[in-house]
């Protein structure tokens, strides 16, 4: 609670990368709907068909509007990567850091969490597999099976499993990331190992 400020911060960042965003597609809503008496059915609430339809209108371009979505994402989560490591460093050494420490802080770590990165992306790639899998067995179970709900059940307690699973290799990479700032460690390997 006494470190919320950084949080404030980021969270400001996170505003500010979300409203291009959201200005291009009022923009892009705004043309179709301020002449239109549908759009009472999106302000008033959330209509589904509704929002179909606008999607449907040659002047609402839904590539355009997630590519746009899409570039400020990433762009965030380039960020939110690049700050991790001030964040826990404010938080390992529990007390406010001047600009340049908490900005040395984030560059020191920055290039070792994206290697974390490309090892959670390698470690995602099992989970990737059983989940094809997964859809595979439950849908052969779905039309094959003599009990029709097999298919859907081996699907419900596959999916619970996977997330599970996901759940822990998150914790697992959370951890090698608080590691890697509470003893400075530069091999994330080792760091990974210790983690795990």
Known sequence: WRRQRV????YGVNLL???PAALRASVSFGG???SSLAAARLVKGFDLTAFIELLAQPEVSPAQLLMGSFVFSLLFFVFFLFVTGGLLEVYRRDQTLGAGDFFAA???FFWRFVRLLLFLLIALVPVGILA????RVSGRLA???PREMLGFWV???????LWVLLVAIRLWFDLAQVRAVAEGERAMRRTLWRAL
Request: with cysteine; aromatic share 8%.
């Open 132 to 135: 094809g899998l997964l859809s």
């Open 106 to 108: 984030c560059g020191g």
């Open 143 to 145: 039309s094959d099976a």
């Open 155 to 161: 699907e419900m307690g596959g999916i619970l499993l």
């Open 7 to 10: 949080l404030w911060w980021v």
């Open 17 to 19: 990368l979300a409203l």
């Open 32 to 34: 179709v709907l301020n």
